[in-house]
Nanobody, 118 residues
Framework: QVQIVQSGGGLVQAGGSLRLSCAAS????????TTWYRQAPGKPREMVAR???????VYAEAVKGRFTITGDNFKTTMYLNMNNLKPEDTGVYLC????????????WGQGSQVTVSS
C-alpha cells in the first residue's frame, strides 16, 4: 500500500509562487495516478491537476498556464508548481495517489494550506 507525505504551502502575495510536494513510499510514475485537489472555504473540493501514467497532465481551467505538475528523477515525488498565484487560489490543497489497477492501493496527503494575499 502506497504511503505519501505532503509538504509545502504557506502565505504568499498575489503574483508569487509556491510549490507543493507529494512524496511517495515507492515509484508512482508508472502505475499510479496523481491528483491535486483544493478546497476553499465554503466551496466544494475541486480537482486542480491530474496526471496518469504515460499521460499528459490535465489542469482545471482556472489554473491552466499557471500551475504545472512535475516529478523528481527518483520517480517517487510529484510536485504541484504554482505560479502567478491569485487570491482565489487560497485553500487547502490535497494530494491523492491511486493505483490504476488496485483500487484499494491509494493514499491521501494531509493537506497544505495555501493563502494568497491581495
Amino acid at each position: 500500500q502506497v504511503q505519501i507525505v505532503q509538504s509545502g504551502g504557506g502565505l504568499v502575495q498575489a503574483g508569487g509562487s509556491l510549490r507543493l510536494s507529494c512524496a511517495a513510499s515507492e515509484n508512482i510514475f508508472y502505475a499510479y495516478e496523481t491528483t491535486w485537489y483544493r478546497q476553499a472555504p465554503g466551496k466544494p473540493r475541486e480537482m486542480v491537476a491530474r496526471v496518469a501514467p504515460r499521460g499528459d497532465p490535465v489542469y482545471a481551467e482556472a489554473v491552466k498556464g499557471r500551475f504545472t505538475i512535475t516529478g523528481d528523477n527518483f520517480k517517487t515525488t510529484m510536485y504541484l508548481n504554482m505560479n502567478n498565484l491569485k487570491p482565489e487560489d487560497t485553500g487547502v490543497y490535497l494530494c491523492y495517489v491511486g493505483h490504476i489497477y488496485r483500487k484499494d492501493d491509494n493514499a491521501w496527503g494531509q493537506g497544505s494550506q495555501v493563502t494568497v494575499s491581495s
